[in-house]
């Protein structure tokens, strides 16, 4: 839409939420709040972009540094919405248009209801269109006062009459503005209410007593509309956005044992048949492929899975890669750039870091396995380490295919261990070891004969 521009606050304290993080970097489902709300502005292809930032407006802008086109207001001191929308004059007072309005701690807002809420502002001409929701518990928003069935005003919970705290239809913070007439009407806003601030809803009071047209929409599904003050008010956005997510999978073909405790975050994706035991968290960019097993506790971020990928019990996952039919954990931790080539097996207590275990490999029991390149077939015992850090760098291992690590391993990176090779258990490894041999790194075993009677010999 190229006469669309869209401003979005972000700019107040979040006093409620009792923070030194801004609130709307507190996250939903994994992202900033304010990351949801951007998204949803992009749908409609806007010609502008503004997000007013204020308190620690640093952070927020770091915050949506990935952003393309989005431009910064500094509204500093913050007195109000209304005293926020006005900075963005020096930007947009020249400009002609409609200017849709977001709060950046509304999340959940829909972009097709933001399209019908433009749609009714151009067909009613109106100098002001304000979304609208009928709910049960209207304790904290602006309330709605209609006379002859037309708005005349929003009154904000502090300054309500107690009848006018009894309607149940609320502002949700979102408006759509003519900009010929915003920026004069913006300025006559005065701070004479509970807060004493500039209240961007008194526009309607303004519009109205100059006799302009002012439009509401109304929309029945209030959840998408919910605000973000309180932490509480965080978790039951959270947990709307958790379910509709499972519902999705669900609806998709993934079995999910306990949704009340599966969080998977909404960029997820997850194949048909896979079954998601109670307490997983999936998060980020993940991707699980089809007929995979997560069992209880497992929390796997920005992972990749292929097909039939088992894994057990909690195992923390993150930045890693899984081929299909592998079996990981219980207990394993896959850092980033763990590799786990086809039907390989990762044990408990097994930690791999920068590493590739090839096909039909296993590491089954305590190993650390990191900067190595382990081929197809090898067989790596309990308790085996790749000494990869010598306190400066980070030194590779290389071992080759069907090659058996017995168990209580050191290999002294540098190091490769050839094709076919066997190491014998508690070798220290510091020298390559040939293809087809045995390396054995160890200190003879003396038995001295008779040794412990001796040592209890009574004493004279
Ligand atoms: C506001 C509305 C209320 C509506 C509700 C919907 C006002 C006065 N009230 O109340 O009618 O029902 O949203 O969610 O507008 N902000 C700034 N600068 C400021 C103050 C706030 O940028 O000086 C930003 C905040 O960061 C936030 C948004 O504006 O993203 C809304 O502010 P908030 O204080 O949460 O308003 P509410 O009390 O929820
Ligand atoms: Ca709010």
Not at 403 to 415: E, H, R, W
Not at 422 to 449: C, F, H, M, W
Request: neutral net charge; proline residues 5%.
């Amino acid at each position: 839409m190229p006469d669309l521009h869209v401003v979005i606050l972000a700019a107040g304290k979040g006093t409620r939420i009792k923070s030194s993080l801004p609130k709307v970097l507190h996250r939903v489902a994994g992202r900033p709040m304010l990351h949801y709300v951007l998204r949803t502005a992009a749908l409609l292809s806007p010609h502008t972009v503004i997000v007013v930032v204020g308190y620690l407006a640093e952070s927020v802008r770091r915050a949506l540094s990935d952003a393309p086109n989005v431009q910064f207001v500094v509204q500093e001191p913050q007195l109000g919405t209304g005293h926020a929308l006005l900075q963005t004059a020096p930007v947009l007072e020249q400009l002609a248009g409609t200017l849709l309005l977001l709060s950046g701690d509304v999340p959940l807002l829909r972009g097709d209801t933001l399209e019908r809420l433009i749609q009714t502002h151009e067909s009613s001409r109106s100098a002001a269109t304000i979304l609208t929701a009928q709910v049960q518990q209207p304790y904290g928003y602006g309330r709605i006062v209609r006379t002859d069935g037309r708005i005349s005003k929003i009154v904000e919970e502090g300054d309500a009459s107690p009848a006018e705290r009894q309607i149940k239809e609320v502002n949700a913070g979102i408006y759509v503005f003519d900009l010929t007439s915003l920026f004069p009407a913006l300025r006559s806003l005065g701070t004479q209410n509970a807060q004493g601030e500039y209240y961007l809803p008194d526009l309607v009071r303004i519009y109205r007593r100059q006799q302009r047209v002012v439009e509401t929409m109304t929309l029945q599904r209030p959840d998408e509309v919910r605000g973000i003050n309180s932490r509480s008010e965080l978790a039951e956005v959270n947990r709307i956005v958790r379910q509709k997510k499972n519902e999705e999978l669900m609806a998709a073909g993934v079995t999910i044992e306990d949704p009340t405790t599966t969080y998977v975050d909404p960029d997820v994706r997850v194949g048909p048949d896979t079954v998601i035991h109670p307490g997983v968290h999936l998060e980020g960019r993940t991707r699980v492929g089809a007929a995979c097993e997560i069992h209880a506790g497992v929390r796997i971020v920005d992972s990749v899975l292929e097909d039939r990928v088992t894994v057990k019990n909690f195992c923390v996952i993150q930045e890693a890669r899984i081929a299909s039919g592998a079996i990981i954990g219980p207990f394993a931790h896959l850092r980033p750039d763990a590799d786990i080539r086809q039907n390989a097996r990762v044990g408990n207590f097994v930690e791999l870091k920068k590493s590739v275990l090839g096909p039909g490999s296993k590491a089954n029991h305590l190993a650390y396995l990191g900067n190595a390149t382990i081929g197809s077939n090898v067989n790596i015992g309990a308790g085996t380490i790749t000494c990869n850090y010598d306190g400066v760098q980070k030194h590779p291992t290389i071992i080759e295919d069907d090659a058996f690590i017995g168990s209580d391993t050191q290999l002294i990176a540098p190091v490769t261990v050839g094709r076919g090779a066997y190491i014998a258990a508690g070798s220290s490894i510091t020298d390559d070891v040939p293809a087809g041999a045995l390396g054995i790194a160890r200190g003879q075993q003396v038995n001295k004969e008779g040794w412990v009677a001796g040592k209890k010999k009574p004493r004279a």
